[in-house]
């Protein structure tokens, strides 16, 4: 079966052509250049630039798989969580697509995508037996599951406030650090000292498997504002070594948590975040210490893109029933 699947939830415009689980083409436009002007993403901006992108990346990702449209056997694309104007750029299209060629189209979930990224047939990575435990890292999530199967997901905890990936934006916007900071930081703090500062690791004490950064962010504010903004490279290194060490080190520590409190030996890292080098080099560090199976896809496939919905695409498209099918009643939902 061959799939076309498409995201547009936030600031990415991708297509992915997926066949029998392997990605075939996997094309991204990305409109970083255009919101890093504004330190953050703007909404507007980011509907009009879906708009313009979306016809190109289906087009090269078409080519890129060496079929034409007309082979394409159904349509999948991400109906939410995002800006909702983002979504619909995608809806709207899938929806148009499926009708003009008369074949099926499935909305999903943005997180589904990302905790089911690695049951593609991958070359870099295995595919996890289930269940296993899932941790989400992006922008707008940190949440924890446990994965039972395509389409059967339990919510073990997630963050109250921040998510992890906007406590490293924020961080980075404070240093002067252009948006979306998070590599960069990571970038830094390769060449820093991660004890240099102690910053506090929030809720490590809670004996639960939520998670809190804003606290965190604060507590870089106030190092900055009480002992200036870093003076030398070394100084921003040690600092960003600090805060990106203080973010590992809980997160760590709270998905080891649900694999040993649920019994569950697999754990699957998702996500923007989870293209940091210190979280993926400590998290297999930590598998491997207490015979727990690590799970990460290549980084490419951590950030928002389309091939990530390739499996739960084909999960969803094959139940459905094709005689009482209409693509109408998709909807963009912002959560
Ligand atoms: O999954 P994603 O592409 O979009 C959302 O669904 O939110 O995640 C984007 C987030 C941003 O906050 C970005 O700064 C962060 O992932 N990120 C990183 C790294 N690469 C991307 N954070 C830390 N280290 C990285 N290497
Ligand atoms: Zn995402």
Same mark, same amino acid.
């Given at each position: 079966?061959?799939?076309?699947? !498409?995201?547009?939830?936030?600031?990415?415009?991708?297509?992915?052509?997926?066949?029998?689980?392997?990605?075939?083409?996997?094309?991204?436009? @990305?409109?970083?250049?255009?919101?890093?002007?504004?330190?953050?993403?703007?909404?507007?901006?980011?509907?009009?630039?879906?708009?313009?992108?979306?016809?190109?990346?289906?087009?090269?990702?078409?080519?890129?798989?060496?079929?034409?449209?007309?082979?394409?056997?159904?349509?999948?694309?991400?109906?939410?969580?995002?800006?909702?104007?983002? !979504?619909?750029?995608?809806?709207?299209?899938?929806?148009?697509?499926?009708?003009?060629?008369?074949?099926?189209?499935?909305?999903?979930?943005?997180?589904?995508?990302?905790?089911?990224?690695?049951?593609?047939?991958?070359?870099?990575?295995? @595919?996890?037996?289930?269940?296993?435990?899932?941790?989400?890292?992006?922008?707008?999530?940190?949440?924890?599951?446990?994965?039972?199967?395509?389409?059967?997901?339990? !919510?073990?905890?997630?963050?109250?406030?921040?998510?992890?990936?906007?406590?490293?934006?924020?961080?980075?916007?404070?240093?002067?650090?252009?948006?979306?900071?998070?590599?960069?930081?990571?970038?830094?703090?390769?060449?820093?000292?991660?004890?240099?500062?102690?910053?506090?690791?929030?809720?490590?004490?809670?004996?639960?498997?939520?998670?809190?950064?804003?606290?965190?962010?604060?507590?870089?504010?106030?190092?900055?504002?009480?002992?200036?903004?870093?003076?030398?490279?070394?100084?921003?290194?040690?600092?960003?070594?600090?805060?990106?060490?203080?973010?590992?080190?809980?997160?760590? %520590?709270?998905?080891?948590?649900?694999?040993?409190?649920?019994?569950?030996?697999?754990?699957? %890292?998702?996500?923007?975040?989870?293209?940091?080098?210190?979280?993926?080099?400590?998290?297999?560090?930590?598998?491997?210490?207490?015979?727990?199976?690590?799970?990460?896809?290549?980084?490419?496939?951590?950030?928002?893109?389309?091939?990530? %919905?390739?499996?739960?695409?084909?999960?969803?498209?094959?139940?459905?029933?094709?005689?009482?099918? @209409?693509?109408?009643? %998709?909807?963009?939902?912002?959560?």
């Amino acid at each position: 079966m061959l799939i076309l699947t !498409l995201e547009s939830s936030c600031d990415e415009t991708s297509a992915a052509v997926i066949k029998d689980g392997r990605v075939l083409s996997n094309a991204v436009a @990305s409109q970083i250049p255009i919101h890093a002007r504004y330190g953050g993403v703007v909404p507007e901006l980011a509907s009009r630039n879906h708009i313009r992108d979306i016809h190109p990346v289906i087009d090269q990702a078409i080519a890129g798989a060496g079929i034409t449209l007309e082979q394409i056997d159904g349509y999948a694309v991400t109906c939410g969580p995002g800006l909702v104007g983002s !979504l619909l750029v995608g809806v709207e299209t899938a929806k148009g697509l499926a009708f003009a060629y008369d074949r099926p189209c499935v909305g999903l979930n943005h997180l589904e995508g990302h905790l089911t990224t690695v049951l593609l047939d991958l070359d870099e990575v295995d @595919s996890p037996e289930f269940p296993y435990i899932g941790m989400i890292v992006s922008g707008g999530h940190t949440d924890i599951y446990i994965v039972h199967a395509l389409g059967q997901y339990t !919510l073990l905890g997630r963050t109250r406030d921040d998510a992890a990936g906007e406590a490293f934006d924020k961080v980075a916007k404070m240093l002067g650090i252009p948006y979306p900071g998070g590599a960069e930081i990571d970038r830094l703090a390769a060449n820093g000292n991660p004890k240099a500062i102690k910053f506090p690791r929030p809720m490590a004490h809670h004996d639960n498997l939520d998670f809190s950064f804003s606290g965190l962010k604060t507590a870089v504010m106030q190092y900055t504002e009480a002992h200036g903004m870093p003076a030398d490279d070394a100084a921003l290194a040690d600092l960003c070594a600090s805060f990106q060490q203080a973010v590992v080190d809980v997160l760590l %520590l709270k998905v080891m948590r649900a694999a040993k409190t649920h019994g569950i030996p697999r754990i699957v %890292l998702s996500g923007g975040v989870a293209c940091n080098r210190q979280l993926r080099k400590e998290l297999r560090e930590a598998g491997e210490r207490d015979g727990v199976e690590v799970f990460i896809a290549p980084a490419s496939l951590c950030t928002d893109n389309a091939a990530m %919905l390739g499996a739960v695409a084909a999960h969803y498209l094959g139940q459905v029933d094709l005689d009482h099918f @209409s693509a109408h009643d %998709l909807k963009a939902r912002g959560n």
